[in-house]
């Protein structure tokens, strides 16, 4: 941030002068230079500085925890005994108030000896209906293991038959082969070798048929094996629903249990332990005690007995305008200050953007009934801020640093598109002459306009009130230098 310049003046006959401090957030203060000149047209000066710029939106609301709770307890007796009071830090599940549970604990004894003697009654007839579980999972298991066994039967006569079938394929596919091959060898022999070939082709066609015949004789004892197996199978199955259906009849039995049981006195035991557990109240979440509605010896009247918040991380809820609320998004920076620390800023951060319209509480923008809302997180240092204190809070939008900048009233904008400054440059006779300067503005801030190029140079005095100036224009103004 550029260091601020007093500016020395001297006063014209029959001139006004005095120094005027103007500032923006973030900017660099100038000083303003101001005087009437012989024509009677006021003439403001302020100098072109190096600055920081932030141009953003302004918000108020007020510092916060990041989790407020009201703790309650349904307990209808007494405080016997309070252990915290406002200001004071709790941790979560810390003790802070203890509510006369004598009564209700006496109710409890006398209820829990009934269910106890109910339960043992109980746990005697189900360890019975459990062990005639056992007994039928056991004899299913029993049943099953022989069905298995004729079922594993079956499978291996069908196998070894299987494999005595497939081998008597092989040979009666190894005798076909051999008669057809003897057939077409007699086809074309000669009278010679005709008759030994026509023996061995009848002993192929024997031996052909007896494979055939026995191979034929293998499938059916095959298929025999498989009816044998899908017997053995259908048993197995009608064994297993018999079974299953004896240890399901017990297990029914023993669901049915809870059904039969009275539970009343149990649901009623368990409402006095939740009552009585309730006369012993704890902190709900790590905060302080910020608010406390509630003394010994006394029951409370309102259904808060006290206020927790959590200040691990402090919050500032602000309303937004309608036509802000485009221009704000979670992860934007924020400045924070409040009245108690004066000009201290504390680094924030946007955490939350609500867009939808809600009834406003307090606030200065809702002129219309309501407003759009934003949850500014303050980050870093925290020392001084408290719950409760107002803040106002700059939303950055966008900023720069160590740019070029001026006033940005001092910037006019011709009718051919051009903007332009003026300058007070100062003359050799004393005078000043405004000079006009060609300027491309960037940033804008509250106050200020960033120069990105022109004709202007830092400690260049532009002229505020360039409407009452014109290019060239020359006026008595005695002008003294800079003082560091």
Known sequence: MAKAKKLAVGIAAG??????IVGAAGCAVSKIFSSVNDKGMGVEVSPAEMTDLIRGINVSGTINGVNTVKVTSSAASKIESLLVSPGDYVKKGDVLCIFDSSSL?????????????????????????????????????????????????????????????????????AAAARKDELYNQLQYADEESAESLGELYQEAVSEFQSAESEMTSLADQLDSCEIAIQSAKDAYDSAKRSADSAVQNMQDVIDAEKFNADNTSQ???NKLAEQIE??????????MVTSLNAA???????????TIVDDSSLV??????????LRINDGMKAVVKTSAT???????EVTKVVKIFQESSDDSYSQTGGSYTAEITVDGSRENLFIGM????????????????????????????????YISRPQDDGTFVAEEAVVEAGMESDYLSEIVSSEVSEGDNIILNPNSVSDGLQYNFEFGGFDE
């Open 15 to 20: 001139g006004v002068a005095a120094l005027i």
């Open 105 to 173: 604990q006496d109710e409890y004894d006398a209820l829990k000896q009934e269910v106890d003697n109910a339960e043992e009654m109980s746990k005697k007839t189900h360890t019975i209906n459990v062990r005639n579980l056992n007994e039928a999972k056991t004899d299913r298991e029993t049943s099953l293991a022989q069905a298995q066994r004729a079922i594993d039967e079956a499978i291996a006569a069908r196998d070894k038959a299987s494999s005595r079938y497939n081998a008597m394929v092989e040979k009666y596919n």
């Open 267 to 269: 649901k009623q035991l």
């Open 278 to 287: 309730e006369c012993t109240v704890k902190a709900p979440i790590d905060g």
């Open 296 to 306: 010994e010896g006394s029951i409370p009247s309102s259904e808060a007995i006290m």
């Open 316 to 325: 500032i809820t602000a309303d937004i305008r309608e036509s802000d609320i």
């Open 342 to 348: 004066g000009d201290e800023e504390f680094d924030g």
């Open 390 to 421: 107002k803040a106002s809070v700059q939303i950055i939008l966008e900023e720069k640093e160590n740019v070029l900048a001026v006033p940005y009233d001092s910037i006019v904008e011709k009718e051919d598109g051009k903007k332009i400054v």
